[in-house]
Protein backbone atom coordinates (compact mmCIF):
# COMPACT_ATOMS: atom_id res chain seq x y z
CA UNK A 1 0.00 0.00 0.00
CA UNK A 2 1.30 3.94 -0.49
CA UNK A 3 0.04 6.34 1.10
CA UNK A 4 0.85 9.85 0.19
CA UNK A 5 -0.67 11.71 2.89
CA UNK A 6 -2.49 10.84 5.97
CA UNK A 7 -5.96 10.36 5.12
CA UNK A 8 -8.10 13.49 5.94
CA UNK A 9 -11.58 13.47 7.14
CA UNK A 10 -13.22 13.27 4.04
CA UNK A 11 -16.44 15.56 2.86
CA UNK A 12 -18.56 12.73 2.10
CA UNK A 13 -21.57 12.07 4.30
CA UNK A 14 -20.96 9.38 7.13
CA UNK A 15 -21.52 5.93 5.60
CA UNK A 16 -24.47 5.06 7.83
CA UNK A 17 -26.86 7.79 8.31
CA UNK A 18 -29.15 7.11 11.27
CA UNK A 19 -32.29 6.32 8.99
CA UNK A 20 -34.36 3.49 9.93
CA UNK A 21 -33.11 0.12 8.08
CA UNK A 22 -34.82 -0.18 4.59
CA UNK A 23 -33.44 -3.66 3.26
CA UNK A 24 -31.50 -6.19 5.78
CA UNK A 25 -29.95 -9.29 4.61
CA UNK A 26 -29.15 -12.01 7.39
CA UNK A 27 -26.72 -14.59 6.31
CA UNK A 28 -27.76 -14.70 3.16
CA UNK A 29 -26.70 -17.22 0.41
CA UNK A 30 -28.43 -16.61 -2.43
CA UNK A 31 -28.52 -17.23 -6.28
CA UNK A 32 -30.20 -18.99 -9.11
CA UNK A 33 -31.67 -22.22 -10.06
CA UNK A 34 -29.37 -24.64 -8.09
CA UNK A 35 -26.14 -22.81 -7.66
CA UNK A 36 -25.93 -20.06 -5.19
CA UNK A 37 -23.79 -16.94 -6.29
CA UNK A 38 -23.43 -15.11 -3.15
CA UNK A 39 -23.34 -17.00 0.49
CA UNK A 40 -23.87 -15.82 4.01
CA UNK A 41 -24.39 -12.07 2.97
CA UNK A 42 -25.29 -10.03 6.05
CA UNK A 43 -26.11 -6.43 5.18
CA UNK A 44 -27.82 -3.64 6.20
CA UNK A 45 -28.97 -0.07 3.87
CA UNK A 46 -30.60 2.70 5.72
CA UNK A 47 -32.97 5.01 4.63
CA UNK A 48 -31.26 7.62 3.19
CA UNK A 49 -28.00 5.91 2.13
CA UNK A 50 -25.60 6.29 -1.11
CA UNK A 51 -24.06 2.99 -1.58
CA UNK A 52 -21.70 1.24 -4.24
CA UNK A 53 -20.44 -2.43 -4.82
CA UNK A 54 -17.95 -3.16 -6.43
CA UNK A 55 -16.04 -6.39 -7.43
CA UNK A 56 -14.87 -8.17 -10.36
CA UNK A 57 -17.09 -9.35 -13.01
CA UNK A 58 -18.95 -12.37 -12.04
CA UNK A 59 -18.56 -11.83 -8.36
CA UNK A 60 -22.25 -11.11 -7.67
CA UNK A 61 -22.77 -7.50 -7.78
CA UNK A 62 -25.81 -7.62 -9.88
CA UNK A 63 -27.24 -10.87 -7.90
CA UNK A 64 -26.90 -8.30 -4.43
CA UNK A 65 -29.40 -5.86 -6.40
CA UNK A 66 -31.11 -8.70 -7.96
CA UNK A 67 -31.47 -10.15 -3.94
CA UNK A 68 -32.36 -7.19 -2.40
CA UNK A 69 -35.16 -6.98 -5.81
CA UNK A 70 -36.62 -10.23 -5.27
CA UNK A 71 -35.14 -11.66 -8.49
CA UNK A 72 -32.66 -14.80 -7.09
CA UNK A 73 -33.27 -18.08 -5.45
CA UNK A 74 -33.28 -17.84 -2.09
CA UNK A 75 -31.39 -20.70 -0.44
CA UNK A 76 -30.50 -19.78 3.20
CA UNK A 77 -31.29 -16.56 5.65
CA UNK A 78 -33.32 -13.92 5.16
CA UNK A 79 -34.06 -10.57 3.64
CA UNK A 80 -36.20 -8.17 5.53
CA UNK A 81 -37.93 -4.92 3.81
CA UNK A 82 -39.34 -2.22 6.37
CA UNK A 83 -42.16 -0.87 2.99
CA UNK A 84 -43.77 2.60 3.79
CA UNK A 85 -46.64 2.78 6.57
CA UNK A 86 -49.63 1.21 4.62
CA UNK A 87 -48.13 -1.11 1.90
CA UNK A 88 -46.98 -4.64 1.70
CA UNK A 89 -43.90 -4.40 -0.28
CA UNK A 90 -40.83 -2.08 -1.08
CA UNK A 91 -41.03 0.49 -3.44
CA UNK A 92 -38.14 -0.23 -6.30
CA UNK A 93 -36.81 1.61 -8.70
CA UNK A 94 -34.59 -0.56 -11.24
CA UNK A 95 -32.29 0.55 -13.72
CA UNK A 96 -30.59 -2.33 -15.24
CA UNK A 97 -27.13 -2.08 -17.61
CA UNK A 98 -27.65 -0.92 -20.63
CA UNK A 99 -26.73 -3.38 -22.61
CA UNK A 100 -29.58 -5.43 -21.06
CA UNK A 101 -32.50 -3.26 -22.49
CA UNK A 102 -33.47 -4.40 -26.04
CA UNK A 103 -33.21 -0.91 -27.42
CA UNK A 104 -34.81 -1.85 -30.74
CA UNK A 105 -38.06 -2.08 -29.01
CA UNK A 106 -40.68 0.44 -30.38
CA UNK A 107 -40.93 2.35 -27.72
CA UNK A 108 -40.70 6.82 -27.12
CA UNK A 109 -39.15 7.95 -23.78
CA UNK A 110 -42.27 8.74 -22.56
CA UNK A 111 -43.96 5.47 -23.13
CA UNK A 112 -40.54 4.12 -21.47
CA UNK A 113 -40.70 6.09 -18.69
CA UNK A 114 -44.86 5.73 -18.25
CA UNK A 115 -44.23 1.88 -17.47
CA UNK A 116 -42.62 2.83 -14.42
CA UNK A 117 -46.02 3.76 -13.16
CA UNK A 118 -48.24 1.30 -14.57
CA UNK A 119 -49.40 0.32 -11.42
CA UNK A 120 -50.54 3.80 -9.78
CA UNK A 121 -51.85 4.55 -13.57
CA UNK A 122 -54.97 2.51 -12.78
CA UNK A 123 -57.36 0.09 -15.50
CA UNK A 124 -56.84 2.57 -18.28
CA UNK A 125 -54.09 1.59 -21.44
CA UNK A 126 -53.30 5.39 -21.99
CA UNK A 127 -51.54 7.85 -19.07
CA UNK A 128 -54.45 10.31 -17.50
CA UNK A 129 -53.79 14.20 -17.27
CA UNK A 130 -51.87 14.00 -13.82
CA UNK A 131 -49.68 10.98 -15.40
CA UNK A 132 -48.21 13.20 -18.27
CA UNK A 133 -47.76 15.95 -15.54
CA UNK A 134 -46.08 14.32 -13.54
CA UNK A 135 -43.99 12.90 -16.63
CA UNK A 136 -43.42 16.10 -17.61
CA UNK A 137 -41.94 17.37 -14.14
CA UNK A 138 -39.52 14.00 -13.98
CA UNK A 139 -38.07 14.44 -17.52
CA UNK A 140 -37.31 18.25 -16.83
CA UNK A 141 -36.07 17.16 -13.57
CA UNK A 142 -33.59 14.59 -15.76
CA UNK A 143 -33.06 17.44 -18.53
CA UNK A 144 -34.58 15.24 -21.17
CA UNK A 145 -37.47 17.09 -21.17
CA UNK A 146 -37.63 17.89 -24.75
CA UNK A 147 -36.56 14.10 -25.29
CA UNK A 148 -40.14 12.95 -24.92
CA UNK A 149 -41.25 11.36 -28.19
CA UNK A 150 -38.14 10.36 -29.29
CA UNK A 151 -37.54 6.52 -30.17
CA UNK A 152 -35.30 5.05 -27.20
CA UNK A 153 -33.10 3.57 -30.07
CA UNK A 154 -32.29 7.28 -31.02
CA UNK A 155 -30.59 8.41 -27.54
CA UNK A 156 -27.17 8.95 -26.32
CA UNK A 157 -25.74 6.96 -23.52
CA UNK A 158 -26.45 9.61 -21.40
CA UNK A 159 -29.91 10.03 -22.28
CA UNK A 160 -30.94 6.33 -22.41
CA UNK A 161 -29.26 6.42 -18.20
CA UNK A 162 -31.44 9.74 -17.09
CA UNK A 163 -34.71 7.96 -19.71
CA UNK A 164 -34.36 4.91 -17.14
CA UNK A 165 -33.67 6.97 -13.90
CA UNK A 166 -36.72 8.40 -14.92
CA UNK A 167 -38.57 4.96 -15.28
CA UNK A 168 -36.96 4.31 -11.81
CA UNK A 169 -38.35 7.74 -10.32
CA UNK A 170 -41.49 8.30 -11.68
CA UNK A 171 -42.81 5.06 -9.19
CA UNK A 172 -41.65 7.54 -6.25
CA UNK A 173 -38.95 4.59 -4.59
CA UNK A 174 -38.50 3.62 -1.76
CA UNK A 175 -35.00 2.24 -3.02
CA UNK A 176 -33.22 3.02 -6.27
CA UNK A 177 -31.00 -0.01 -7.20
CA UNK A 178 -28.85 0.65 -10.36
CA UNK A 179 -26.61 -1.78 -12.12
CA UNK A 180 -23.43 0.28 -13.60
CA UNK A 181 -25.24 3.27 -14.46
CA UNK A 182 -21.90 4.62 -15.61
CA UNK A 183 -20.85 1.48 -17.82
CA UNK A 184 -20.11 2.33 -21.40
CA UNK A 185 -20.49 6.62 -21.32
CA UNK A 186 -18.06 9.40 -22.01
CA UNK A 187 -16.37 11.13 -18.68
CA UNK A 188 -18.65 13.75 -19.08
CA UNK A 189 -21.76 11.44 -19.36
CA UNK A 190 -20.50 9.75 -16.12
CA UNK A 191 -20.02 12.93 -14.11
CA UNK A 192 -23.44 14.15 -14.57
CA UNK A 193 -25.00 10.89 -13.93
CA UNK A 194 -23.22 10.69 -10.61
CA UNK A 195 -24.14 14.80 -10.18
CA UNK A 196 -27.60 13.76 -10.49
CA UNK A 197 -27.18 10.69 -8.28
CA UNK A 198 -25.71 12.89 -5.46
CA UNK A 199 -28.79 15.43 -5.75
CA UNK A 200 -31.65 12.34 -5.41
CA UNK A 201 -29.72 11.33 -2.13
CA UNK A 202 -29.49 14.90 -0.58
CA UNK A 203 -33.18 15.00 -1.20
CA UNK A 204 -33.66 11.89 0.46
CA UNK A 205 -33.62 9.43 -2.42
CA UNK A 206 -31.71 5.63 -1.07
CA UNK A 207 -29.49 4.78 -3.58
CA UNK A 208 -27.33 1.23 -4.36
CA UNK A 209 -25.21 0.81 -7.46
CA UNK A 210 -22.86 -1.14 -8.48
CA UNK A 211 -19.63 -0.22 -10.42
CA UNK A 212 -16.85 -1.43 -11.47
CA UNK A 213 -15.47 2.06 -12.15
CA UNK A 214 -12.89 2.45 -8.78
CA UNK A 215 -11.46 5.76 -8.81
CA UNK A 216 -13.91 8.16 -11.04
CA UNK A 217 -16.98 6.63 -9.00
CA UNK A 218 -16.31 4.17 -5.96
CA UNK A 219 -13.90 6.84 -4.21
CA UNK A 220 -16.47 9.41 -4.16
CA UNK A 221 -19.55 7.31 -3.04
CA UNK A 222 -20.16 7.73 1.28
CA UNK A 223 -20.35 3.83 1.18
CA UNK A 224 -18.30 0.89 -0.74
CA UNK A 225 -19.71 -2.87 -0.39
CA UNK A 226 -16.83 -5.17 -1.82
CA UNK A 227 -17.86 -8.15 -3.48
CA UNK A 228 -15.55 -10.90 -4.30
CA UNK A 229 -16.01 -14.86 -5.15
CA UNK A 230 -19.56 -14.96 -4.12
CA UNK A 231 -18.98 -13.39 -0.46
CA UNK A 232 -18.83 -9.66 0.83
CA UNK A 233 -15.29 -8.87 1.90
CA UNK A 234 -15.41 -5.45 3.15
CA UNK A 235 -18.43 -3.15 4.02
CA UNK A 236 -17.92 0.83 4.88
CA UNK A 237 -16.49 4.19 3.88
CA UNK A 238 -13.72 4.30 1.09
CA UNK A 239 -10.98 5.21 3.24
CA UNK A 240 -11.78 2.37 5.32
CA UNK A 241 -12.74 -0.61 2.71
CA UNK A 242 -10.03 0.49 -0.24
CA UNK A 243 -6.79 -0.73 0.75
CA UNK A 244 -4.90 -3.00 -0.18
CA UNK A 245 -5.31 -6.14 1.17
CA UNK A 246 -9.29 -6.08 0.87
CA UNK A 247 -8.53 -5.36 -3.06
CA UNK A 248 -6.38 -8.47 -3.33
CA UNK A 249 -8.88 -10.65 -1.46
CA UNK A 250 -12.12 -8.61 -3.78
CA UNK A 251 -10.32 -8.77 -7.23
CA UNK A 252 -7.98 -11.22 -6.80
CA UNK A 253 -4.90 -9.25 -7.91
CA UNK A 254 -2.22 -6.62 -6.03
CA UNK A 255 -3.42 -2.99 -6.38
CA UNK A 256 -1.66 0.08 -4.74
CA UNK A 257 -3.90 2.81 -3.13
CA UNK A 258 -2.65 6.58 -3.36
CA UNK A 259 -4.24 8.96 -1.06
CA UNK A 260 -4.26 12.68 -1.14
CA UNK A 261 -6.20 14.62 1.50
CA UNK A 262 -9.34 13.13 1.46
CA UNK A 263 -8.84 11.58 -2.45
CA UNK A 264 -8.01 8.34 -3.05
CA UNK A 265 -6.67 6.67 -6.19
CA UNK A 266 -6.72 2.88 -7.14
CA UNK A 267 -3.73 2.09 -9.46
CA UNK A 268 -5.04 -1.03 -10.86
CA UNK A 269 -2.08 -1.77 -13.45
CA UNK A 270 0.71 -2.47 -10.21
CA UNK A 271 3.20 -3.30 -12.99
CA UNK A 272 3.21 0.08 -14.53
CA UNK A 273 3.10 1.84 -11.50
CA UNK A 274 6.16 0.00 -10.14
CA UNK A 275 8.03 0.95 -13.77
CA UNK A 276 7.13 4.54 -13.54
CA UNK A 277 4.65 4.03 -16.54
CA UNK A 278 1.58 5.04 -14.55
CA UNK A 279 0.38 8.43 -15.00
CA UNK A 280 2.34 11.00 -13.42
CA UNK A 281 1.66 10.81 -9.11
CA UNK A 282 1.06 14.05 -7.70
CA UNK A 283 3.56 13.37 -4.67
CA UNK A 284 6.02 11.19 -3.97
CA UNK A 285 5.03 7.84 -3.29
CA UNK A 286 6.14 5.86 -0.36
CA UNK A 287 5.51 1.91 0.32
CA UNK A 288 3.88 1.07 3.67
CA UNK A 289 3.44 -2.38 3.11
CA UNK A 290 0.41 -4.84 1.85
CA UNK B 1 -69.83 -5.09 -62.42
CA UNK B 2 -71.55 -7.92 -62.15
CA UNK B 3 -68.94 -10.19 -61.92
CA UNK B 4 -67.01 -8.34 -59.19
CA UNK B 5 -69.98 -8.75 -56.55
CA UNK B 6 -70.78 -12.51 -57.76
CA UNK B 7 -69.14 -14.14 -54.72
CA UNK B 8 -71.13 -12.22 -52.15
CA UNK B 9 -74.06 -14.07 -53.09
CA UNK B 10 -72.92 -16.63 -51.68
CA UNK B 11 -73.33 -17.08 -48.40
CA UNK B 12 -70.47 -19.30 -47.17
CA UNK B 13 -68.17 -17.14 -49.50
CA UNK B 14 -69.12 -14.28 -47.32
CA UNK B 15 -68.82 -16.34 -43.82
CA UNK B 16 -65.18 -17.38 -44.98
CA UNK B 17 -64.68 -13.45 -45.89
CA UNK B 18 -65.25 -12.31 -42.38
CA UNK B 19 -63.67 -15.22 -40.93
CA UNK B 20 -60.79 -14.38 -42.67
CA UNK B 21 -60.94 -10.84 -41.67
CA UNK B 22 -61.49 -11.67 -38.35
CA UNK B 23 -58.17 -14.13 -38.12
CA UNK B 24 -56.00 -11.40 -39.42
CA UNK B 25 -57.01 -8.95 -36.78
CA UNK B 26 -56.58 -11.41 -34.02
CA UNK B 27 -53.35 -13.16 -35.56
CA UNK B 28 -52.26 -9.51 -36.85
CA UNK B 29 -52.73 -7.72 -33.28
CA UNK B 30 -51.49 -11.01 -31.31
CA UNK B 31 -48.22 -11.56 -33.22
CA UNK B 32 -47.09 -8.29 -31.74
CA UNK B 33 -46.51 -9.59 -28.97
CA UNK B 34 -44.77 -12.49 -30.78
CA UNK B 35 -42.67 -10.80 -32.85
CA UNK B 36 -41.39 -8.60 -29.93
CA UNK B 37 -40.62 -11.54 -27.98
CA UNK B 38 -38.45 -12.81 -31.09
CA UNK B 39 -41.14 -15.92 -30.26
CA UNK B 40 -41.74 -16.43 -34.13
CA UNK B 41 -41.20 -20.10 -33.92
CA UNK B 42 -44.06 -20.61 -31.17
CA UNK B 43 -46.60 -20.01 -33.40
CA UNK B 44 -45.60 -22.18 -35.74
CA UNK B 45 -45.01 -24.89 -33.60
CA UNK B 46 -47.88 -24.28 -31.58
CA UNK B 47 -49.93 -24.44 -34.33
CA UNK B 48 -49.00 -27.77 -35.60
CA UNK B 49 -48.83 -29.30 -31.68
CA UNK B 50 -52.73 -27.90 -32.02
CA UNK B 51 -52.98 -29.87 -35.07
CA UNK B 52 -51.79 -33.27 -33.04
CA UNK B 53 -54.50 -32.34 -30.63
CA UNK B 54 -57.20 -31.87 -33.37
CA UNK B 55 -56.08 -35.53 -34.27
CA UNK B 56 -56.11 -36.81 -30.94
CA UNK B 57 -59.81 -35.07 -30.16
CA UNK B 58 -61.24 -36.77 -32.99
CA UNK B 59 -59.89 -40.01 -32.40
CA UNK B 60 -61.20 -39.71 -29.01
CA UNK B 61 -64.75 -38.57 -29.82
CA UNK B 62 -64.72 -35.14 -28.09
CA UNK B 63 -64.96 -31.85 -29.30
CA UNK B 64 -62.09 -30.21 -31.31
CA UNK B 65 -62.61 -27.09 -29.61
CA UNK B 66 -62.12 -28.43 -26.33
CA UNK B 67 -59.66 -31.30 -27.41
CA UNK B 68 -57.38 -28.65 -29.03
CA UNK B 69 -57.89 -25.82 -26.16
CA UNK B 70 -56.60 -28.18 -23.73
CA UNK B 71 -53.58 -29.71 -25.81
CA UNK B 72 -52.87 -26.20 -26.75
CA UNK B 73 -52.35 -24.76 -23.06
CA UNK B 74 -50.74 -28.27 -22.26
CA UNK B 75 -48.07 -28.01 -25.03
CA UNK B 76 -47.60 -24.53 -23.27
CA UNK B 77 -47.23 -25.47 -19.68
CA UNK B 78 -44.99 -28.06 -20.99
CA UNK B 79 -42.45 -25.84 -23.06
CA UNK B 80 -42.40 -23.59 -20.28
CA UNK B 81 -41.59 -26.23 -18.09
CA UNK B 82 -38.92 -27.67 -20.16
CA UNK B 83 -37.50 -24.21 -21.13
CA UNK B 84 -36.36 -23.16 -17.31
CA UNK B 85 -33.81 -25.76 -17.91
CA UNK B 86 -31.22 -23.39 -18.87
CA UNK B 87 -29.29 -26.02 -20.44
CA UNK B 88 -31.72 -26.87 -23.25
CA UNK B 89 -33.33 -23.12 -23.69
CA UNK B 90 -36.69 -22.05 -24.64
CA UNK B 91 -36.01 -22.18 -29.07
CA UNK B 92 -34.91 -26.64 -28.11
CA UNK B 93 -37.99 -26.87 -26.03
CA UNK B 94 -40.49 -25.51 -28.44
CA UNK B 95 -38.86 -27.56 -31.56
CA UNK B 96 -39.39 -30.97 -29.39
CA UNK B 97 -42.74 -30.62 -27.69
CA UNK B 98 -44.39 -29.48 -30.93
CA UNK B 99 -42.96 -31.75 -33.21
CA UNK B 100 -43.92 -34.79 -30.66
CA UNK B 101 -47.14 -33.49 -30.63
CA UNK B 102 -47.96 -33.02 -34.21
CA UNK B 103 -45.93 -36.38 -34.90
CA UNK B 104 -48.54 -37.90 -32.65
CA UNK B 105 -51.53 -36.53 -34.98
CA UNK B 106 -49.37 -37.84 -38.15
CA UNK B 107 -49.23 -41.29 -36.09
CA UNK B 108 -52.80 -41.35 -35.37
CA UNK B 109 -53.74 -40.25 -38.94
CA UNK B 110 -51.46 -43.37 -40.83
CA UNK B 111 -52.87 -45.70 -37.78
CA UNK B 112 -56.52 -44.87 -39.18
CA UNK B 113 -56.05 -43.74 -42.86
CA UNK B 114 -59.77 -43.20 -43.37
CA UNK B 115 -60.01 -39.84 -41.06
CA UNK B 116 -57.05 -38.43 -43.65
CA UNK B 117 -59.27 -36.62 -45.97
CA UNK B 118 -61.04 -34.79 -42.49
CA UNK B 119 -57.82 -33.24 -41.25
CA UNK B 120 -57.23 -31.78 -44.61
CA UNK B 121 -58.81 -28.35 -43.39
CA UNK B 122 -56.50 -28.43 -40.02
CA UNK B 123 -53.47 -28.72 -42.24
CA UNK B 124 -54.44 -26.36 -45.07
CA UNK B 125 -56.98 -24.55 -44.35
CA UNK B 126 -60.68 -24.39 -45.36
CA UNK B 127 -62.17 -21.03 -45.57
CA UNK B 128 -64.93 -21.77 -47.60
CA UNK B 129 -65.73 -24.70 -45.07
CA UNK B 130 -66.59 -22.36 -42.30
CA UNK B 131 -69.60 -22.72 -40.12
CA UNK B 132 -71.45 -19.98 -38.21
CA UNK B 133 -70.42 -22.24 -35.19
CA UNK B 134 -67.09 -21.90 -36.05
CA UNK B 135 -67.56 -17.71 -36.88
CA UNK B 136 -68.93 -17.62 -33.29
CA UNK B 137 -65.71 -19.08 -31.77
CA UNK B 138 -63.25 -16.49 -33.70
CA UNK B 139 -65.55 -13.76 -33.05
CA UNK B 140 -65.10 -14.97 -29.50
CA UNK B 141 -61.52 -15.59 -29.56
CA UNK B 142 -61.05 -11.75 -30.86
CA UNK B 143 -63.36 -9.98 -27.70
CA UNK B 144 -61.04 -12.18 -25.79
CA UNK B 145 -57.79 -11.34 -26.75
CA UNK B 146 -59.32 -7.52 -26.89
CA UNK B 147 -60.35 -7.64 -23.66
CA UNK B 148 -56.84 -9.29 -22.33
CA UNK B 149 -54.98 -6.57 -24.36
CA UNK B 150 -57.05 -3.54 -22.91
CA UNK B 151 -57.13 -4.81 -19.37
CA UNK B 152 -53.44 -5.74 -19.25
CA UNK B 153 -52.01 -3.46 -21.86
CA UNK B 154 -49.52 -2.21 -19.37
CA UNK B 155 -48.50 -5.41 -17.80
CA UNK B 156 -48.09 -7.22 -21.07
CA UNK B 157 -45.98 -4.11 -23.21
CA UNK B 158 -43.81 -3.94 -19.72
CA UNK B 159 -43.33 -7.85 -19.55
CA UNK B 160 -42.79 -8.42 -23.45
CA UNK B 161 -40.15 -5.30 -23.67
CA UNK B 162 -38.60 -6.18 -20.16
CA UNK B 163 -39.65 -9.55 -18.21
CA UNK B 164 -37.13 -9.43 -15.33
CA UNK B 165 -37.26 -5.69 -14.97
CA UNK B 166 -40.68 -5.98 -14.94
CA UNK B 167 -41.31 -8.06 -12.13
CA UNK B 168 -38.96 -5.96 -10.70
CA UNK B 169 -41.51 -2.76 -10.40
CA UNK B 170 -44.22 -5.25 -9.28
CA UNK B 171 -45.18 -6.51 -12.41
CA UNK B 172 -47.20 -10.27 -11.79
CA UNK B 173 -45.19 -11.86 -15.11
CA UNK B 174 -45.79 -15.46 -14.70
CA UNK B 175 -49.50 -14.40 -14.54
CA UNK B 176 -48.82 -12.34 -17.74
CA UNK B 177 -47.26 -15.02 -19.90
CA UNK B 178 -49.75 -17.53 -18.05
CA UNK B 179 -52.82 -15.39 -19.54
CA UNK B 180 -50.65 -14.37 -22.87
CA UNK B 181 -49.89 -18.19 -23.64
CA UNK B 182 -53.49 -18.83 -23.35
CA UNK B 183 -54.75 -16.19 -25.45
CA UNK B 184 -51.90 -17.59 -27.82
CA UNK B 185 -53.12 -20.75 -27.79
CA UNK B 186 -57.19 -19.90 -28.26
CA UNK B 187 -55.74 -17.81 -31.26
CA UNK B 188 -54.20 -20.45 -33.00
CA UNK B 189 -57.29 -22.72 -32.43
CA UNK B 190 -59.55 -20.70 -33.65
CA UNK B 191 -57.36 -19.68 -36.70
CA UNK B 192 -56.61 -23.42 -37.84
CA UNK B 193 -59.88 -23.65 -39.87
CA UNK B 194 -58.82 -20.47 -41.76
CA UNK B 195 -55.50 -20.78 -42.48
CA UNK B 196 -54.24 -24.17 -41.38
CA UNK B 197 -51.36 -24.98 -39.24
CA UNK B 198 -49.31 -24.85 -42.09
CA UNK B 199 -49.71 -20.82 -42.57
CA UNK B 200 -50.85 -19.23 -39.42
CA UNK B 201 -47.15 -18.51 -38.35
CA UNK B 202 -46.96 -16.22 -41.19
CA UNK B 203 -50.41 -14.63 -39.79
CA UNK B 204 -49.03 -14.17 -36.73
CA UNK B 205 -45.69 -13.08 -37.85
CA UNK B 206 -45.91 -11.12 -41.47
CA UNK B 207 -48.14 -8.32 -40.50
CA UNK B 208 -46.40 -6.92 -37.36
CA UNK B 209 -42.76 -7.34 -38.67
CA UNK B 210 -44.25 -5.62 -41.56
CA UNK B 211 -45.91 -3.05 -39.29
CA UNK B 212 -42.43 -2.89 -37.56
CA UNK B 213 -40.90 -1.41 -40.61
CA UNK B 214 -43.16 1.31 -41.12
CA UNK B 215 -43.50 2.93 -37.39
CA UNK B 216 -41.31 3.19 -34.44
CA UNK B 217 -44.33 3.76 -31.96
CA UNK B 218 -45.82 0.24 -29.93
CA UNK B 219 -49.51 1.99 -30.37
CA UNK B 220 -49.02 1.97 -34.06
CA UNK B 221 -47.76 -0.57 -34.76
CA UNK B 222 -50.41 -2.37 -32.72
CA UNK B 223 -52.82 -1.00 -34.72
CA UNK B 224 -51.48 -1.18 -38.20
CA UNK B 225 -50.56 -5.16 -37.47
CA UNK B 226 -53.88 -5.50 -36.95
CA UNK B 227 -55.27 -3.36 -39.81
CA UNK B 228 -53.14 -5.14 -42.15
CA UNK B 229 -53.78 -8.68 -40.67
CA UNK B 230 -57.74 -8.06 -41.28
CA UNK B 231 -57.39 -6.39 -44.76
CA UNK B 232 -55.02 -9.16 -46.29
CA UNK B 233 -57.53 -11.58 -45.20
CA UNK B 234 -60.56 -9.59 -46.47
CA UNK B 235 -58.85 -8.72 -49.99
CA UNK B 236 -56.53 -12.38 -49.62
CA UNK B 237 -60.24 -14.35 -49.60
CA UNK B 238 -61.70 -11.90 -52.25
CA UNK B 239 -58.82 -12.57 -54.64
CA UNK B 240 -58.84 -16.22 -54.72
CA UNK B 241 -62.22 -16.33 -55.72
CA UNK B 242 -61.21 -14.75 -59.22
CA UNK B 243 -57.99 -16.23 -59.71
CA UNK B 244 -58.79 -20.15 -58.03
CA UNK B 245 -56.11 -20.14 -55.54
CA UNK B 246 -56.23 -21.40 -51.99
CA UNK B 247 -57.49 -18.73 -49.78
CA UNK B 248 -55.59 -18.85 -47.31
CA UNK B 249 -52.41 -19.21 -49.25
CA UNK B 250 -53.71 -15.94 -50.99
CA UNK B 251 -53.73 -14.20 -47.80
CA UNK B 252 -50.88 -14.97 -46.62
CA UNK B 253 -48.55 -14.46 -50.14
CA UNK B 254 -50.60 -11.01 -50.44
CA UNK B 255 -49.19 -10.49 -46.53
CA UNK B 256 -45.86 -11.34 -48.16
CA UNK B 257 -46.10 -8.59 -50.88
CA UNK B 258 -46.90 -6.04 -48.30
CA UNK B 259 -44.20 -7.03 -46.27
CA UNK B 260 -41.52 -6.88 -49.26
CA UNK B 261 -43.30 -3.20 -50.45
CA UNK B 262 -42.58 -2.35 -46.97
CA UNK B 263 -39.14 -3.31 -46.43
CA UNK B 264 -38.85 -1.94 -49.66
CA UNK B 265 -39.78 1.32 -48.49
CA UNK B 266 -37.17 1.02 -45.38
CA UNK B 267 -34.26 0.24 -47.05
CA UNK B 268 -34.56 3.30 -49.48
CA UNK B 269 -35.41 5.53 -46.45
CA UNK B 270 -32.53 4.18 -44.34
CA UNK B 271 -29.94 4.52 -47.46
CA UNK B 272 -31.58 7.88 -48.87
CA UNK B 273 -32.75 9.54 -46.10
CA UNK B 274 -32.69 12.99 -47.91
CA UNK B 275 -36.27 11.52 -49.78
CA UNK B 276 -37.86 11.32 -46.01
CA UNK B 277 -40.39 13.92 -46.78
CA UNK B 278 -39.22 16.47 -43.24
CA UNK B 279 -35.49 16.08 -44.73
CA UNK B 280 -37.07 17.10 -48.31
CA UNK B 281 -38.83 19.66 -47.27
CA UNK B 282 -36.16 21.60 -45.30
CA UNK B 283 -33.52 20.94 -48.01
CA UNK B 284 -36.53 22.58 -50.21
CA UNK B 285 -36.60 25.49 -47.49
CA UNK B 286 -32.88 25.74 -47.20
CA UNK B 287 -32.34 26.14 -50.81
CA UNK B 288 -34.77 28.75 -51.05
CA UNK B 289 -33.69 30.91 -48.31
CA UNK B 290 -29.71 30.75 -50.08
Known amino acids: MVELAPSAPGHRPPPHPDGEPLVELSDLSTGYERTPVLRNVDFTLRRGEFAGVVGPSGSGKTTLLRAIAGQTRRFAGAIKATPRAGERALRLGYVPQVEAINWNFPLTVGQAVLLGRWREMGWRPWPRRHDRELLANILDRLGIGHLANRQIRALSGGQQQRTFLARALIGDPDLLLLDEPTSGVDIKTRHEIMHLLGELNRAGTTILMSTHDLNAVATHLPRLVCVGEGALIADGSPEDVLTPEVLRRTYGAEMLVLRRGDAIYVVEHLDDAMTGESEETPLPATPVGG | ?290
Open chain 2, 1 to 290: MGDLTDPFQFEFFVRGMVAATLVGVLCGAVGVYVVLRSLAYIGHGLAHSIFGGAVVSFVSGISFYIGATLWGVFTVLLINAVARRRQIGGDAAIGIITTCAFALGVALISRHGQFTRDFDAALFGEILGITSGDLTVIGGVLVLAAAVVFAFWKQLLFTTFDSDVASTYGVPVPWVEALFSLVLAATVIASLQVLGATLIAAALVIPPVTARLLTDSFTRMFALAALLGGASGLVGVYVSWFINVSSGATVVLLQGALFAVALAWAVARSRWPGTGSGERLAAIEGAAID
